[in-house]
C-alpha cells in the first residue's frame, strides 16, 4: 500500500521564550540581569519531532492547532523553512507558548501556557482521517485534543507512538497515550520502578516496544519480554542545553523503525541524536542529518567491535 507520507505527526505545535538562568532552581531575587538575552522561537514537541524526521529523510506531515498570530507565524515560518508539511486548524485562544528556564547544565524547567487550549477543542475527523489514513505512522503528543483522536486513529489501522514525558507511572491522564501506542516512549525521571513501568505498559496495552530515556544513562529498551540497557553515547561537543533531547531520541528511533532497523538499532540511533540535541542551544533548532546519524552510528559499532577484539 502506498502513502502520500512517511508520519504524521499529531499536536504539539508552538513557541517556547527561552532564558538562560545562573542556576536551577533559581533563587528568589528581585531581579536578575540576563546576558545571554531572551529569546523567543517556534518549536515545542511536536515541532521539534516533526523537524528531526524530516531531517532523517521522512516526508512528514504535522497537524496541530495554530492562532491567527506572530507565534503562530513562527511555527508556519519554521515548517515552511524545513519543507514540512502542515496543517492548523485555527485556535481562537492563539498559539501554544511556554517559557523554558534552562540552567549552566543544560538542565531545564518549562513553563506551560495552558490557556491557549481549551477542554473542548478536537482536531476535525474530516481533516485527521484523511491525513491518518495516507500516512504510514502516526506520532501522538499527550495534548487533550490528541486524547480525543485515539479512538479515530485506532479505527484506521494506522501504527502509533506517543511520548509520555515525564510520566511518573500513575497519573491516569497519560494512560490512554500509553496503552494505544505500539511504540512508546517516555522519561524514567519520575519513575521509581522504570521496568515495572515499562513492563505495565507493555502488559496492558498494545505497545511492542516501550522506550524510557535516562539522560546521561542512557535509556531502558523493552522489546518482547527482554528488558536491555541501552548505553548513553557521548555528545560530539559540551552539553548546552537538553531541551529537545527525548523529541530528537523519539525522531531517530521512528527513522530507524520505519526503515527496517530492529529495536536495539533504532535505540542507539535515538542515543545519538539525542546526544546531538543536547549540543544544540535552545534558541536554535538544529536535528541531526541522515548522513551525520549513520556515519556517527557505524564508528560507534566499529569501535565496538574493535573493542571486543582487544577485550
Known amino acids: 500500500m502506498s502513502h502520500d507520507f512517511d508520519v504524521l505527526v499529531l499536536g504539539g505545535a508552538g513557541v517556547d521564550t527561552i532564558v538562560y538562568v545562573p542556576a536551577l532552581p533559581l533563587p528568589y531575587a528581585d531581579s536578575y540581569m540576563i546576558d545571554s538575552g531572551i529569546r523567543t522561537r517556534a518549536g515545542q514537541t511536536g515541532d521539534f519531532v516533526a523537524v528531526g524526521l524530516a531531517a532523517l529523510g521522512m516526508t512528514t506531515h504535522h497537524l496541530d492547532f495554530l492562532g491567527d ?3 503562530g507565524d513562527l511555527v508556519r515560518a519554521l515548517h515552511r523553512d524545513r519543507g514540512i508539511a502542515l496543517t492548523a486548524v485555527p485556535q481562537p485562544a492563539g498559539t501554544k507558548r511556554a517559557v523554558n528556564l534552562v540552567g549552566p547544565d543544560g538542565r531545564r524547567l518549562s513553563l506551560y501556557d495552558t490557556s ?3 477542554p473542548d477543542d ?3 475527523p474530516q481533516t485527521l482521517r484523511p491525513l491518518a489514513e495516507a500516512t504510514r505512522h502516526v ?5 487533550h485534543p490528541c486524547a480525543h483522536a485515539l479512538p479515530l486513529l485506532r479505527e484506521t489501522g494506522v501504527t502509533l507512538s506517543t511520548d509520555l514525558h515525564d510520566w511518573d507511572g500513575h497519573n491516569p491522564y497519560h494512560e490512554a497515550f500509553a496503552l494505544a501506542a505500539d511504540v512508546v516512549f517516555l522519561s524514567a525521571a519520575a519513575l521509581t520502578d522504570p521496568e515495572g513501568t515499562l513492563r505495565d505498559i507493555a502488559a496492558r496495552g498494545r505497545a511492542e516496544v516501550v522506550v524510557a530515556t535516562a539522560g546521561a544513562e542512557g535509556a531502558y529498551l523493552l522489546t518482547g519480554d527482554e528488558l536491555t540497557h541501552v548505553p548513553p553515547v557521548a555528545p560530539p561537543g559540551p552539553v548546552i542545553d537538553s531541551n529537545g533531547a527525548g523529541d530528537a531520541f523519539a ?3 521512528l ?3 520505519l526503515t527496517g ?3 536495539h538499532r533504532c535505540a542507539l540511533y535515538g542515543a545519538v541524536a539525542g546526544a546531538h540535541a543536547c549540543t544544540v542551544p535552545s534558541t536554535e533548532t538544529d536535528a541531526i542529518t541522515e548522513d551525520a546519524l549513520l556515519t556517527r552510528v557505524a564508528a560507534l ?3 565496538e567491535e574493535q573493542g571486543a577484539r582487544t577485550g
Open 69 to 71: 498570530d506572530p507565534e
Open 116 to 118: 491557549r487550549a481549551h
Open 122 to 124: 478536537r482536531l476535525p
Open 139 to 143: 506520532h501522538v503528543s499527550i495534548t
Open 251 to 253: 525522531a531517530a528511533f
Open 255 to 257: 527513522y530507524g523503525r
Open 261 to 263: 532497523r530492529p529495536p
Open 301 to 303: 559499532l566499529k569501535e
